[in-house]
């Protein structure tokens, strides 16, 4: 039902963009977000968005360097993210839910296979 792609091998300071493909029981009112784990590290959030409403947040180590956007005629929910740093890299999860603010993993029931981004120095 989420579909993640785009990651891949970049520099530091590079730029890469996220897609996720929503289909299925994704409710339009729901919350799309993304969230990052690192080798021996927990899931963490990056950013989230509403399909209808809501001005988007995010964590603040991405605070404006990443950026969530949606796109509705296609259900696709993108992350473009700049200034990428070695610290950026990490398996990038998409998920959905219906916790409009939530910051953890537990406000989120659906959840995408991931796409691995990483970022050389």
């Known amino acids: 039902q989420l579909q993640a792609s785009g990651g891949g091998l970049v520099q530091a300071g590079d730029s890469l963009r996220l897609s996720c493909a929503a289909s299925g029981r994704i409710f339009s009112s729901y919350v799309m977000g993304w969230f990052r784990q690192a080798p021996g590290k927990e899931r963490e959030f990056v950013a989230a968005i509403r399909w209808t409403g809501g001005s988007p947040f995010y964590s603040d180590s991405v605070k404006g360097r990443f950026t969530i956007s949606k796109d509705h005629a296609k259900a696709t929910v993108y992350l473009q993210m700049n200034s990428l740093l070695p610290d950026d890299t990490a398996v990038y999860y998409c998920?959905?839910?219906?916790?409009?603010?939530?910051?953890?993993?537990?406000?989120?029931?659906?959840w995408g296979q991931g796409t691995l981004v990483t970022v050389s120095s």
């Open positions: 998920a959905a839910g219906p916790v409009w603010g939530s910051r953890v993993a537990a406000g989120y029931n659906h």
